[in-house]
Nanobody, 123 residues
Framework: QLQLVESGGGLVQAGDSLRLSCAAS????????MGWFRQTPGKEREFLAR????????YVADSVKGRFTISRDNAKNTVYLQMNSLKPEDTAIYFC????????????????WGEGTQVTVSS
C-alpha cells in the first residue's frame, strides 16, 4: 500500500514561487506514474500535471503551463511540483496521486492519494 505525504504548502504573495514535495513510502515508487491535482471548496479536483514512472515524460495542464513544472526523483521516492508566478486563483489544497496502471488526466485514474497541502496566495 503506497502512502503519499505532501509538504511545502503555505501562505505566499502573488508572484512568489513554491515547490511542493510528495514523499512516497510503502511501495515501489518507480512503479507508479505520478500526478498533481488541486481542489477548492465546492469544486471538483483539478488536474495539474503528471509524469511517467521514469520521469522522462511529463504533461502539464494548459491552465498552469508555463508556470508549473512536475519532476520526480526516484532515488528519493519523491515527486515535486514547482510553482512560479503564483496568482490568488492558485489558492487551493494541492494533492499528489499515484497510478500503477494508467497515465491519465482524471482523478479516477489514480489509486493512491495524499492528504493534501494548503497553498494560499495573497494579492
Amino acid at each position: 500500500q503506497l502512502q503519499l505525504v505532501e509538504s511545502g504548502g503555505g501562505l505566499v504573495q502573488a508572484g512568489d514561487s513554491l515547490r511542493l514535495s510528495c514523499a512516497a513510502s510503502g511501495g515501489a515508487f518507480s512503479g507508479y506514474s505520478m500526478g498533481w491535482f488541486r481542489q477548492t471548496p465546492g469544486k471538483e479536483r483539478e488536474f495539474l500535471a503528471r509524469t511517467t514512472k521514469s520521469g522522462e515524460t511529463s504533461y502539464v495542464a494548459d491552465s498552469v503551463k508555463g508556470r508549473f513544472t512536475i519532476s520526480r526523483d526516484n532515488a528519493k521516492n519523491t515527486v515535486y511540483l514547482q510553482m512560479n508566478s503564483l496568482k490568488p486563483e492558485d489558492t487551493a489544497i494541492y494533492f499528489c496521486a499515484a497510478a500503477g496502471r494508467t497515465y491519465g488526466l482524471r482523478a479516477g485514474d489514480y489509486e493512491y492519494w495524499g492528504e493534501g497541502t494548503q497553498v494560499t496566495v495573497s494579492s
